[in-house]
């Protein structure tokens, strides 16, 4: 959710741009207060039927809104990419709405149990999971499917009412999941809000729980909304995620491992590889083998199958990519490749790969969110976990090396919610994810993910 993430046109509706054009693609009406107050309501007394459902009634309702998806499937990717900007194939929108697919299944197979505290000859006791109420799901523009998704699967899961808010930049593609999948569910389990008015659910009074996931300072805000009725809270927020490279590695097995964890969904990713720290005896070679990738990926508007890339996902981030970039380059940065908006009315920008990076450097402080990755040299390793530590974000990190047993004690000491070795970025249903530090706080996914949309009753039972 950047500042540009505000209605426009008129008080009906707003105006959607297709980044791969620059043009507007289609209107989004705006949800006014009134109506917004009256899918809350609607959401609070679905709420008292679907949390007494029976537990196989949820799990029958998650696969078939994954039929519903399957269904619908090439609608949805097609739309997204519209939208969005993200090619149809590849790690695109079809690879998108597949990975809902998939998610919703696994989250369906997930189970809350009652944990037994006690058992004595005098009494008993149990732990009770129940439902929190409504849930506000607040998405970005980066994952608008997938990550609406994450939100809303454990929160049907576990008996709770889902409420979606998309980012103003990508609504469309959410509004026609929302309807598509409203198809399996009774009237008022889940809905969707466009436009300002969603801006209230934080601090609405008959909302439950918040689930945001997006930029740090917009973190602070809901949060700070949240707090008005001390609503329970996930956040996701954002991610200056590093990767150190050990002297030992073999680069030719790791480059594109490197390359992917950095520019999937051409960087716009909060987990993405956003910064390399290597080792000087094999700096040149990662830089060289990383750059020879960039070099042979097809970029253009995602409707063409070609293509693998797609533009910046909006004006606003592409002027700050390039606003970063351009920094790095004074600073005495070398561009390897890409490095200069390319030309046409779309929002597109090379994939660039930024050699002789420094930390201090902005590109390398602050968070870019776009298709660049500066590469940093280091001479030892206790240099490269410092300034790996040295960012207020600790969403996630990644070791590169050929020894397992060394990778895991230097990852032991990375700062951030997830960190993988010789990967980064991989996301698993059954895996907690979430970030410390201003990455955020909770977690996603698994059942430490269920219990987020929970609230834990202690049951005495005499004997």
Known sequence: ?????????????????????????????????????????????????????????????????????????????????????????????????????????????????????????????LLIRKPVGVVASITPWNWPLMIAIWHIAPAIRVGCTAIIKPANLTPLSTVLLVNILQKALPKGVLSVVTGAAGHTLPSHPDVHKVVFTGSTPVGKVVMKNASETLKKLTLELGGNDAGIVLPDVNVKDIAEGIFWGAFINNGQTCAALKRLYVHEDIYEQVCDAVTEIAKTMPMGNGLDEANLFGPVQNKAQLLYVSELVDDAKAAGARVLCGGERLAGNGYFYPLTVIADAKDGMRLVDEEQFGPVLPIIKYKNIEDAVSSANSSEMGLGGSVWSSDIEKAKLIAAQIESGSVWINGHGQVDPHIPFGGVKASGFGVEFGLEGLHEYTTTQSLHLPK
Do not use: Y
């Not at 950047?2 to 043009?23: C, I, L």
């Not at 289609?26 to 029976?54: G, H, M």
């Open 1 to 125: 959710m950047n500042n540009n993430d505000n209605p426009m046109n008129n008080n009906t509706f707003f105006n959607v741009v297709n980044p791969a054009t620059g043009e507007t693609l289609n209107t989004c009406p705006n949800t006014n207060q009134t109506q917004l107050n009256e899918i809350v309501r609607d959401a609070n007394e679905a709420f008292k039927r679907w949390s007494l459902t029976p537990d196989e009634t949820r799990v029958d309702a998650l696969n078939q809104m994954a039929d519903l998806i399957e269904k619908h499937a090439d609608e949805l990717a097609r739309l997204l990419t519209e939208e969005q900007g993200k090619p149809l194939k590849g790690l695109g929108s079809e690879f998108e709405v597949q990975a809902c697919i998939g998610w919703l299944r696994a989250t369906a197979m997930m189970k809350l149990e009652h944990k037994e505290l006690t058992d004595s000859n005098n009494k008993a006791a």
